[in-house]
Structures are given as structure tokens and as C-alpha cells.
């Protein structure tokens, strides 16, 4: 199945690839694995955990890949109003 999307797999990465080069040069501390499982919550206070993957990296690519995950990425089911909320939420704060 996948040999048949080949040129829309190679088109996506491209792109990708392409909008990656064109973020600003920003390096800071990442979690870089700030998806649900990795965020405790007790009322409004929240807690994040898992730091192994904590390291120098672009946090605009992080902020991107982080809403897309909390958006419903890694179930192939992306709600783009929380793709928004999160970067409106990540920019009002």
C-alpha cells in the first residue's frame, strides 16, 4: 500500500523538509517528548515528566510537533480547532 503513495509520501517530506529549513535559528532546552502521557495534572497544576529526551533542539519545530501530537496526529485523526488551541494557548502564555 504503501509503494502504490510513494510520490505523496516523497512530495510530504520534501515540503517538509523544505518549511524546516525556512524555521528561525532558535536553539533552547526541548522536552522533545511533550505529548499527553508526559504531562501530570492534579486540578490546574500540572506536572511534566520524562526528561530523557530533554536536549538543545528548535523549539518552533517542537511547539509544531508537540501540537501535532496533541492534536490527534498519532491517531491519523487531527482536530485542527486543538492544532490551533494549543499554538494559541502556547503563544497567550
Avoid: Q
Avoid at 509503494?3 to 518549511?19: A, H, P, R, T, W
Amino acid at each position: 500500500m504503501l509503494f502504490n503513495k510513494l510520490d505523496i509520501l516523497n512530495d510530504s517530506m520534501n515540503k517538509g523538509n523544505e518549511v524546516v529549513d525556512k524555521l528561525p535559528n532558535y536553539i533552547a532546552v526541548c522536552h522533545n517528548d511533550l505529548d499527553s502521557k508526559n504531562v501530570l495534572w492534579l486540578d490546574d497544576n500540572f506536572k511534566i515528566i520524562d526528561l530523557e529526551c530533554l536536549r538543545y533542539f528548535n523549539p518552533y519545530l517542537e511547539l509544531f510537533t508537540s501540537a501535532l501530537c496533541w492534536s490527534g496526529y498519532e491517531s491519523c485523526n487531527i482536530n485542527f480547532e486543538l492544532f490551533r488551541a494549543f499554538i494559541n494557548s502556547y503563544f497567550e502564555n
